[in-house]
């Protein structure tokens, strides 16, 4: 089977668990702060059918880009609703980290799982599922720190904010989801990616520490 097939399939599970285990990181936490929304519409669940966007999955996958449906949150439901969206919104990369970090000790304490090309099929296909956890996971957990609009990074940051200074971020989220989208397509045509410039070290830097691996 071709090398490159056997990657973008190995891809899929990652994928699937990743985005899963983000969005129900931030479900959590806002049930556990006192929101109950996300429960009450059935998203309070491991099952990825509940969390996948398909045409984000796709975009995932075309450009390295995509994004999972959004978990209901209710910021009128939290006690102290800055600080508390913030909180929710940290889980989401939070879990994302623990979940590479898990991922890159067994990398540490069994070198052999490092995928090699000479490895039989199955065997390679199995080591790229674990290679590709730890690589979007902490693709996730970075890219989603970025503080634009409607990243993570925006309402973490806007509970830093002061309360005259909030309605910028409320203001923004309109337009964030267009300029990424943006900044990534122009980033495709032109061969230079801002994003991959800027958090891409930081990145393979994390992965590093978690790992051991140098890409």
Same mark, same amino acid.
């Given at each position: =089977?071709?090398?490159?097939?056997?990657?973008?399939?190995?891809?899929?599970?990652?994928?699937?668990?990743?985005?899963?285990?983000?969005?129900?990181?931030?479900?959590?936490?806002?049930?556990?702060?006192?929101?109950?929304?996300?429960?009450?519409? %059935?998203?309070?669940?491991?099952?990825?059918?509940?969390?996948?966007?398909?045409?984000?999955?796709? =975009?995932? @996958?075309?450009?390295?880009?995509?994004?999972?449906?959004?978990?209901?949150?209710?910021?009128?439901?939290?006690?102290?609703?800055?600080?508390?969206?913030?909180?929710?919104?940290?889980?989401?990369?939070?879990?994302?980290?623990?979940?590479?970090?898990?991922?890159?000790?067994?990398?540490?304490?069994?070198?052999?799982?490092?995928?090699?090309?000479?490895?039989?099929?199955?065997?390679?296909?199995?080591?790229?599922?674990?290679?590709?956890?730890?690589?979007?996971?902490?693709?996730?957990?970075? @890219?989603?720190?970025?503080?634009?609009?409607?990243?993570? %990074?925006?309402?973490?940051?806007?509970?830093?904010?002061?309360?005259?200074?909030?309605?910028?971020?409320?203001?923004?989220?309109?337009?964030?989801?267009?300029?990424?989208?943006?900044?990534?397509?122009?980033?495709?045509?032109?061969?230079?990616?801002?994003?991959?410039?800027?958090?891409?070290?930081?990145?393979?830097?994390?992965?590093?520490?978690?790992?051991?691996?140098?890409?």
């Amino acid at each position: =089977m071709n090398t490159q097939i056997i990657n973008y399939i190995a891809m899929v599970v990652p994928i699937l668990l990743s985005l899963t285990i983000h969005e129900y990181s931030h479900g959590y936490v806002a049930y556990r702060l006192g929101d109950t929304t996300a429960r009450d519409s %059935g998203r309070l669940t491991l099952n990825p059918l509940s969390h996948i966007d398909p045409i984000g999955l796709i =975009m995932l @996958f075309i450009i390295g880009m995509g994004w999972a449906k959004p978990v209901p949150i209710n910021l009128h439901a939290f006690a102290h609703p800055k600080r508390d969206l913030a909180l929710s919104s940290a889980a989401g990369p939070a879990s994302n980290f623990i979940v590479a970090a898990f991922t890159g000790l067994l990398f540490r304490i069994f070198p052999g799982l490092v995928p090699l090309t000479g490895d039989p099929v199955l065997i390679l296909f199995l080591k790229l599922n674990l290679f590709y956890l730890l690589l979007i996971n902490v693709g996730l957990g970075v @890219f989603n720190l970025i503080p634009i609009p409607p990243l993570d %990074g925006s309402k973490i940051l806007r509970g830093f904010l002061p309360d005259s200074k909030v309605h910028i971020i409320d203001h923004l989220e309109r337009y964030g989801g267009i300029v990424l989208l943006s900044v990534v397509f122009l980033g495709r045509i032109s061969g230079f990616s801002v994003f991959g410039r800027l958090i891409g070290p930081v990145i393979y830097g994390i992965i590093h520490f978690f790992s051991g691996l140098t890409i």
